[in-house]
């Protein structure tokens, strides 16, 4: 099993910055090939905000190019993410999601982020 677990999320005004961090424990940590995060607003899905792939590339939604940027600490089985320039509409919670070698998806319970205007 994979457990995950979010921080960093809070209250900030726009254009102001926030460091997610997303902890990856449990006894088959070994096997995930791709991390990464997803965000879900009021009334809407679920989205890819970025995401390490099992090709060890990244990837970021359109809205938040130029803007946040995915790490992560192997070592500390850490994945961040640094979000700068923040608008009232990336107010969501954030989710951390992992995905195994064997195609198992897990999720994080979640950091809500609230950008006012």
């Known amino acids: 099993q994979v457990q995950l677990v979010e921080s960093g999320g809070g209250l900030v005004q726009a254009g102001g910055s926030l460091r997610l961090s997303c902890a990856a424990s449990g006894s088959i940590i070994f096997s995930i090939n791709a991390m990464g995060w997803y965000r879900q607003a009021p009334g809407k899905q679920r989205e890819l905000v970025a995401s390490?792939?099992?090709?060890?590339?990244?990837d970021y939604a359109d809205p938040v190019k130029g803007r946040f940027t995915i790490s992560r600490d192997n070592a500390k089985n850490t994945v961040y993410l640094q979000m700068n320039s923040l608008k009232p509409e990336d107010t969501a919670v954030y989710y951390c999601?992992?995905?195994?070698?064997?195609?198992?998806?897990?999720w994080g319970q979640g950091t809500q982020v609230t950008v006012s205007s």
């Open positions: 390490f792939t099992s090709g060890g590339s990244t």
């Open positions: 999601n992992a995905i195994t070698t064997m195609k198992r998806s897990y």
